[in-house]
């Protein structure tokens, strides 16, 4: 039988890393449907030494490929934009050799680990158990008096303004600045 209050007393002490991350990758995916295979954006920023380096940006084709009105609405993308597009399996190649050993950072963490998890299966990539810290939870433990813990609400409170709200990359480099600033 496994105590609940332990496991969950060790699930918070993990949302965070031990040592200040100055090297990781922020990542973040906009999906086309409920299917976490359906990603039809992604952003990724990687930070070295405490300083951005790159920001990749790229449409995905999504897997089942169909849109939902509904996360039309929210990023503004829509089949056309992305019936062209490559597949995660095609770019993820190139973009795995820039991240190699690096720890995640994503905001709201069980999403994207879980799209990215996804996504090596449905392509047959070797997962690497990659290592993923929350954003999310991150703020709301090292600025509790915030009015809120969304995104844009963190990002403003580190001078980092959120215009583009569910485009990747602008999502993504939003989590990079906040943490580089919690963690």
Not at 64 to 72: G, Q, V
Not at 102 to 107: I, Q
Not at 126 to 141: A, I, Q
């Amino acid at each position: 039988m496994t105590d609940t209050s332990t496991q969950k007393g060790r699930e918070k002490k993990e949302n965070g890393p031990r040592k200040h991350l100055s090297d990781f990758v922020a990542i973040d995916f906009e999906a086309a449907n409920a299917a976490y295979t359906s990603a039809c954006s992604m952003g990724i920023v990687i930070v070295h030494n405490d300083e951005i380096t790159d920001r990749i940006y790229t449409l995905l084709r999504p897997t089942p490929n169909f849109y939902h009105w509904y996360n039309s609405k929210v990023h503004g993308l829509k089949r056309k934009d992305t019936d062209n597009a490559p597949t995660f399996g095609m770019v993820w190649p190139q973009i795995a050799t820039l991240v190699k050993g690096l720890p995640f950072v994503a905001h709201g963490k069980l999403f994207d680990q879980r799209v990215l998890r996804a996504l090596h299966q449905l392509y047959r990539i070797p997962y690497p158990e990659y290592t993923f810290y929350c954003t999310h939870h991150g703020s709301e433990k090292a600025l509790p008096d915030l009015e809120n813990h969304k995104l844009d609400t963190v990002a403003a409170h580190f001078g980092f303004t959120l215009d583009k709200h569910h485009n990747a990359l602008a999502d993504a480099e939003a989590c990079a600045v906040i943490a580089m600033n919690i963690f």
